[in-house]
């Protein structure tokens, strides 16, 4: 189950809330993922603790994992690629409650086009002392737009956000010298000066990162 730390809004932890209800489990339910014996791992009588040093857990693969952003918003091209980071917003446990990953663990990733739209790829955990896991998991695909054109207000549109650095030489295109927040990756101008050339407003794709990148588990998620 999810032992929740912080604040999403109210679906996000409606979802949280209700976890082990029965309509849900099926999405989100990590009852499962309690300490199992591997065949190839047996115990020994004269090994101490081995009821702990003999296990490996285990999540299993359609679990979803709640992510949260240091940012409001990401904004990048439709076709752009960035490398982000992202951490885990609840304690994740098993049906024991024991910690299997947890609260602010780091997930990172990439945000990728994908459809019509953009989502998150994780690739690796990275626990606070410093271990890493390999993690096979994504989020649903963001289609949401945001219209960027001259004449609007960049405060608007820049408040509270992390920029792709493809969306940032938009925007900088558009609107000039413009103070830009944190911007992602390191793209220059340069590669998009013909594509914006006389071009007046560009749709960026607009992530919530707080809803829109929780990762559902592509595979099992085998844990030391």
Do not use: H
Not at 35 to 63: C, E, H, K, M, V
Not at 135 to 149: D, F, G, L, M, Q
Not at 161 to 173: L, R, T
Not at 203 to 208: A, F
């Amino acid at each position: 189950m999810f032992d929740v730390k912080y604040s999403k809004p109210a679906t996000s932890l409606l979802m949280i809330l209700t976890i082990g209800t029965a309509l849900i489990a099926p999405m989100v339910n990590i009852t499962s993922a309690s300490a199992q014996l591997f065949p190839t791992q047996r115990r020994s009588p004269s090994s101490p603790n081995n009821n702990n040093d003999y296990r490996s857990r285990i999540i299993p693969a359609g679990t979803v994992l709640p992510l949260e952003y240091e940012q409001e918003k990401i904004l990048v091209t439709e076709d752009e690629t960035v490398d982000i980071t992202l951490t885990v917003a609840a304690n994740i446990r098993d049906r024991n409650r024991n910690t299997l990953i947890p609260y602010g663990t780091l997930v990172v990733g990439i945000i990728e086009p994908a459809g019509n739209g953009s989502r998150f790829v994780a690739e690796e955990l990275v626990f606070s002392d410093g271990t890493t896991q390999f993690i096979n998991a994504s989020s649903n695909i963001v289609t949401r737009r945001e219209t960027v054109k001259r004449g609007t207000e960049a405060g608007d549109i820049l408040k509270g956000a992390a920029i792709g650095a493809a969306a940032a030489s938009i925007i900088s295109a558009i609107f000039g010298d413009v103070d830009l927040p944190k911007v992602l990756g390191g793209a220059g101008l340069g590669a998009l000066a013909g594509w914006l050339l006389g071009r007046e407003s560009v749709e960026l794709v607009s992530i919530d990162p707080n809803n829109d990148l929780d990762i559902t588990l592509q595979s099992d998620l085998v844990l030391p």
